[in-house]
């Protein structure tokens, strides 16, 4: 597959390096920074990045760019109607805005908070560990993230897809907090608590706690690889699905459709 990245800072090496392990050709990497890139675009100028990845002749688009880029970049690439997965992350409020983008355009769009099997594998350990706590009463629940000090939002995504997947299944906890407390939490609230420092790739803990125990659940990223290669199989698999009529076009995707 011909495929253009879009963001070519350390995640967008790592994709390119994988990419070309899998076989496929990396036709553009576009960044408005990046002077490697093959393609540097004015900071902000989302109709040059759209331009770029239609002239590279691409079958697959990787956008690993900034929060503050994504949305923009969402609007200009999706009209393209070529396979778009979106790994940068920040955007949770837009969903229902690039639902109805995908569907009036017919675009086809996958994203996830974090493409990495092994994080993937998490969610589901943690969604069946809160349905076992479930009927104990005496169990409080609560989840951590640390990232390096370069990452610019915070929870980061995976947190709040977590956090998400406890509140779905946990009938006590009905309001995610990600700010500081000031007072005492309230029974209902489940607290997302972030720290930034150092070199950390990702770490994410759940904690389910009571006066007699404590039960810690951790994903720990040893280097980017494995959010990388996933976003290079997501490709894969979204291209393929609309290729066989397996997925159809319109629609924005999740991990869970794709594997």
């Known amino acids: 597959m011909k495929i253009a990245l879009v963001g ?12 070309e392990q899998c076989g496929h050709e990396v036709v553009a990497t576009i960044d408005p920074i990046a002077q490697d890139a093959s393609v540097v675009v004015p900071a902000g100028d989302s109709e040059a990045v759209a331009r770029a990845v239609k002239s590279s002749g691409a079958e697959g688009i990787i956008e690993f760019s900034h929060p503050s880029a994504v949305m923009a970049n969402i609007h200009a690439l999706l009209p393209l109607g ?27 769009i996958m994203t996830s908070s974090n493409f990495s099997i092994g994080v993937n594998m998490f969610y589901k350990i943690v969604e069946e560990a809160v349905k076992i706590m479930q009927p104990f009463t005496e169990y409080d629940i609560s989840t951590w993230e640390m990232h390096h000090n370069q990452k610019v939002d915070s929870p980061s995504g995976t947190a709040i897809e977590i956090a998400k997947r406890i509140l779905e299944n946990d009938s006590r906890k009905t309001e995610m907090v990600v700010d500081a407390f000031h007072e005492r939490p309230k029974a209902n609230e489940l607290h997302v608590s972030s720290t930034r420092g150092g070199c950390v790739p990702g770490t ?13 659940l951790t994903h720990r990223a040893r280097s980017r690889e494995g959010f990388a290669m996933g976003s290079v199989h997501a490709l894969e698999r979204l291209a393929n699905g609309i290729k066989t009529g397996s997925l159809v076009r319109g629609k924005l995707y999740g991990m869970k459709d794709l594997f």
Do not use: Q, R
């Open 204 to 216: 994410h803990t759940v904690f389910i706690d009571s006066a007699a125990d404590t039960i810690e």
């Open 8 to 19: 070519f800072g350390k995640m967008g090496h790592m994709i390119k390096t994988c990419a």
């Open 82 to 108: 070529i396979p778009l997965v979106v790994g940068t992350t920040g955007w949770n409020d837009k969903i229902a805005e690039v639902e109805k983008l995908a569907s009036d355009c017919g675009g086809v």
